[in-house]
């Protein structure tokens, strides 16, 4: 019997949101599509939905890390609108080039993935994680979780496909 999933976790540029470079204002937000449709489905069900994001633009002194946080918070006032929301979000804001001291925490690196995990109280085997890049997937395997590439499909269908061959 296959465990049952209760979290997913995702990155967010070029997962569920379009990536147009070094995102934080509000007006430059555009969900991908289905990404609606896939967190509030995901919430509708019960399931955990969760940011594991590096956003270099902090190292590279293009905005604050606040400036990240209220874009998030307007990430879910936007998403309130269709009755769901991202429960947590997890922001790495080194660069090697750029930061002075030593980063632990950006992908490939598992510890936002890992702090995530043992913030919520999940198992490894209950979460799944979507991400666009060879460093999700990377930090994912060091995690020790489920990992699939965010497919040219819509989000959505790809959540309920996910789902349909892993639960």
Not at 21 to 44: Q, R, S, V, W
């Amino acid at each position: 019997m296959k465990k049952k999933i209760k979290a997913f976790f995702f990155d967010r540029d070029n997962t569920l949101i379009h990536d147009s470079g070094y995102i934080f204002k509000n007006e430059h937000l555009k969900f991908l599509t289905g990404t609606i449709k896939a967190i509030k489905f995901l919430k509708k069900n019960n399931f955990l939905v969760v940011v594991i994001t590096n956003q270099s633009g902090i190292a590279r002194k293009y905005f604050k890390l606040t400036d990240v946080k209220k874009f998030h918070k307007y990430i879910n006032k936007k998403l309130s609108s269709h009755n769901c929301k991202i429960d947590d979000f997890f922001i790495c804001g080194c660069h090697p080039k750029f930061s002075k001291n030593k980063c632990t925490c950006r992908k490939p690196s598992p510890k936002m993935i890992n702090n995530a995990i043992k913030k919520w109280k999940l198992k490894k085997t209950e979460v799944i994680m979507i991400g666009d890049k060879k460093t999700d997937k990377i930090a994912s395997k060091k995690a020790g979780v489920k990992f699939f590439y965010k497919s040219k499909t819509n989000l959505y269908k790809q959540v309920k496909l996910i789902l349909k061959r892993n639960i």
